[in-house]
């Protein structure tokens, strides 16, 4: 049996995280670990999991607290990677969701010197779900030349405080690829349209999520963007509760170099926080190997190259995610760069 420490654990994400561990019907041993352990009394009983004290800023004291475990999950803001390191050291492996493209080489190089087993950076958007659904996307392309991210977030979705706290940092700086160059960018000047056909279209701002150089380098794709914008989800706009929404839009040649645009849209009507924790659920399974696949070697691991994104679009599925594709025109519309 596999034991799992999940940080921050009874959060919003982290709750979501816990439940879906339960309700895929692992055999592991789950321990919540956050703060304020009183706050995670009713998600333990209800998923049948310990608690145990933890603080990110004091993380050896909180890991031997905790005792030995075969994965550190982290939902929670670690800017100086004090659990990382630690977990790593304590021979655990580790899965982190907090990073982005200008801070994420610090955790790289400390996991990579660390690492005993697999040390996961899913600091993509949705803990990457929206990378899974762009490659999966460009398996049906003989050339992808443009790859155009947008998410949907609803002002109604609940967010949880590592939400909060990092919204600030998410339109600082944004990275572009475009003509096969990087571009770091001021958002506000890089607003696009995004087109939704019959709900009303937004606007959204580039950011600096790890899904850009993720899919430039494994696509080889001279254009890739990702953006932000806030509007009603498809969820509000029927009358329910918010969803959230990701739209990955692919221009290229097929395989017989034909020209080929595809839109692929997921969308998760218990929210975000459900959405991303699903992305982190698929992670886990591929860490501990419980995906059926032996799991990978000591050291860093990249969703975009550890994960099977078929498969992880199937499990979106199984869980109620909404994940449909269309045809695009062949010439990218909107205000896009």
């Known amino acids: 049996m596999h034991r799992i420490l999940v940080v921050g ?34 998600l333990a009983r209800e998923c049948e999991a310990s608690v145990v004290k933890l603080d990110a800023g004091h993380a050896e004291t909180g890991l031997a607290a905790a005792g030995p475990v075969d994965l550190v999950v982290s939902v929670v803001q670690d800017p100086d990677d004090n659990l990382l390191r630690a977990a790593l050291r304590a021979g655990s492996a580790h899965l982190g969701i907090v990073r982005k493209t200008d801070n994420v080489g610090r955790t790289m190089i400390a996991a990579a010197d660390l690492a005993q087993r697999p040390a996961l950076i899913m600091g993509h958007w949705q803990a990457g779900v929206t990378t899974f659904t762009a490659l999966a996307a460009a398996q049906g392309f003989g050339r992808v030349e443009r790859i155009e991210l ?12 590592m939400t909060a706290d990092d919204s600030g940092a998410f339109f600082n700086r944004a990275l572009l690829r475009r003509g096969g160059r990087w571009e770091t960018v001021e958002p506000a000047d890089h607003i696009r349209t995004v087109d939704r056909g019959d709900p009303p279209a937004f606007d959204a701002q580039p950011m600096g999520v790890l899904d850009v150089p993720a899919l430039a380098a494994v696509t080889g794709a001279p254009n890739v963007r990702f953006d932000l914008g806030v509007s009603d989800s498809y969820g509000t706009l029927s009358g329910g509760t918010a969803s959230h929404e990701i739209y990955a839009d692919l221009w290229g040649r097929d395989e017989h170099d034909a020209p080929a645009a595809l839109r692929t849209v997921v969308s998760d009507p218990l929210g975000q926080a459900h959405l991303t924790a699903l992305g982190v659920l698929i992670g886990i399974e591929r860490v501990l190997g419980l995906d059926g696949a032996p799991p990978p070697g000591a050291g860093v691991v990249l969703p975009e190259t550890a994960i099977d994104p078929v498969r992880a679009l199937g499990r979106l599925r199984e869980f109620g995610v909404g994940i449909s594709t269309v045809s695009l025109p062949q010439a990218p519309s909107g205000t896009a760069d």
């Open 9 to 42: 654990g009874y959060g919003l994400v982290g709750g979501w995280t816990v439940r879906h561990l339960r309700a895929a019907g692992h055999d592991v041993d789950v321990v919540i670990g956050g703060r304020r352990p009183a706050e995670a009394a009713a």
């Open 150 to 161: 947008a998410a949907l977030f609803d002002r109604t979705d609940p967010t949880g405080p």
